[in-house]
């Protein structure tokens, strides 16, 4: 074998690349050629990142056959054999593995990992905490603790974890990433965002801190002030995509839309455009009543990804505003077809088939909304508005009704309830259901006067109405 093709080692990218192109040269000439135990690393956790499994087979066999005694590469075994879903295989080789080399952290860590997947997060728990004694890398095994926590919504657990992991390692991304995941999933955003400061006081050009101070704001809707933390991790990052993408949300969420859309547009010079962001801009372009570049941004965001649901319900929103209304209900379809268990997107496929006068295909759609638990009173004011408009007044009342029983403060339910009772004859039913709705709500009573125009020549109307008006 000639010795001046062994390869120097280095981690750097070049000699990954050259490593993995020899691996693959020995692969394809069917010979032997010599690396080190540490190249044999190198290239099997290339192979792990790149996602290929035939290759990286072989690649730990070699190391196997050549480093038999090296723990690391039965381990590496092990995390093969459990990504091929043989845990049982793999538990026991890491169970040898412990017996050769307790101390050594990765044989917890990937014990945890196979125990989290099978759903065994107090094993996977026991072994992360292993795992800490041995490592000298303790962030990252409080990171997997972290996630663990979270992933059984034990987010004060998960906090505790993901703090240590950043106290650790502030510069480490994914950790300050899950730690934000776990201060909303818990609701202490406030005290997220001031943990972060913490971070910015030790270290003030911690780009990431400050963009996750920004993202902590940003849940609270306190748009001002995450503006003002993106725009410091951008000071300190200028090509910090998500960062451009976050401020562009802060400013539509301070309703400065045409700035949305400039920073919007400003990320596609830092990464490939996204759906979401040429979605996002259509939005903005809707607020700002310019329907033709929305419908043309949302169209953009199809093209990307066409099972983008919420693109082609927008599409077919702005069809409806322009009257289009036998072409958006193609888009609404299209729409239910991706995402079938949006009550939002049925209630819009009722609104247009209303609109077009079918009113049965409306009342199926509609039906389907409460059928599928959707959490707002005005659909059973629109579906007793619909079977009133289709003559069956008594199911219009008997849908508000039921209405009332999930939401029974809800004094514009009471008010036309009381106007639909007045219409079928049903005063005094009526009259207790206007004192309901006055009850609750005195200032609405108008409504139901632009329901019923001519309740107020009623005089019985007007002197109950007159009883509830404040002094």
């Known amino acids: 074998m000639d010795k001046d093709n062994f390869p120097e080692g280095s981690s750097d990218e070049n000699n990954i690349l050259d490593l993995i192109k020899r691996f693959e040269e020995m692969l394809e000439q069917n010979d032997m050629y010599y690396f080190e135990s540490d190249q044999l690393e190198e290239i ?10 035939v290759n990286l087979k072989k690649a730990i066999d070699f190391a196997l056959d050549r480093y038999p005694f090296v723990a690391d590469f039965k381990i ?15 538990l026991k080789l890491l169970n040898d593995v412990e017996l050769m080399e307790p101390s050594n952290p990765d044989i917890y860590t990937t014990r945890g990992y196979i125990y989290s997947q099978m759903g065994l997060s107090e094993q996977a728990i026991e072994n992360y905490k292993t795992a800490l004694n041995y490592t000298e890398q303790p962030d990252e095994v409080m990171i997997a603790l972290g996630v663990e926590f979270l992933s059984q919504d034990k987010f004060l657990d998960a906090i505790y974890y993901l703090k240590k992991a950043v106290l650790h390692n502030p510069e480490n991304d994914y950790a300050l990433s899950e730690l934000f995941i776990a201060f909303d999933a818990a609701a202490q955003l406030e005290e997220g965002a001031a943990f972060y400061k913490t971070l910015i006081d030790k270290n003030p050009y911690n780009h990431f801190a400050w963009f996750n101070v920004g993202l902590c704001y940003s849940k609270l809707n306190k748009h001002d002030i995450a503006l003002e933390a993106y725009d410091y991790a951008l000071a300190i990052n200028e090509k910090f995509a998500s960062a451009y993408f976050n401020k562009a949300n802060a400013l539509a969420g301070l309703n400065r839309f045409n700035e949305a859309i400039d920073v919007y547009k400003e990320t596609f010079d830092h990464e490939e455009p996204d759906p979401i962001a040429y979605y996002y801009i259509g939005e903005c372009y809707e607020q700002l009543n310019d329907y033709d570049t929305a419908l043309l941004f949302y169209n953009k965001c199809i093209k990307k990804n066409p099972g983008f649901a919420d693109s082609w319900l927008a599409i077919g929103v702005i069809l409806d505003y322009q009257n289009r209304l036998t072409e958006g209900i193609h888009y609404v379809k299209k729409a239910i077809e991706l995402n079938p268990k949006d009550a939002e997107t049925w209630y819009i496929f009722g609104d247009i088939q209303r609109k077009l006068g079918f009113f049965e295909e409306a009342a199926e759609a509609y039906a389907k909304v409460i059928e599928l638990q959707y959490d707002e009173w005005d659909i059973w004011l629109d579906y007793a508005d619909l079977l009133l408009e289709a003559d069956y007044a008594e199911q219009g009342i008997a849908m508000l009704q039921e209405g009332l029983k999930l939401f029974p403060d809800v004094a514009e339910l009471h008010y036309r309830l009381s106007a639909m009772l007045i219409a079928a004859g049903k005063k005094q039913e009526a009259l207790g259901e206007l004192q309901n709705a006055l009850t609750l709500d005195y200032d609405k009573h108008n409504e139901l006067f632009e329901y019923a125009p001519a309740l107020k020549e009623n005089q019985t109307i007007l002197n109950a109405i007159d009883t509830f008006k404040k002094p």
């Open 44 to 53: 099997i956790e290339y192979y792990f990142n790149a996602g290929n499994p």
């Open 76 to 90: 590496a075994r092990a995390q093969f054999l459990a990504y091929n879903q043989n845990t049982q295989e793999a």
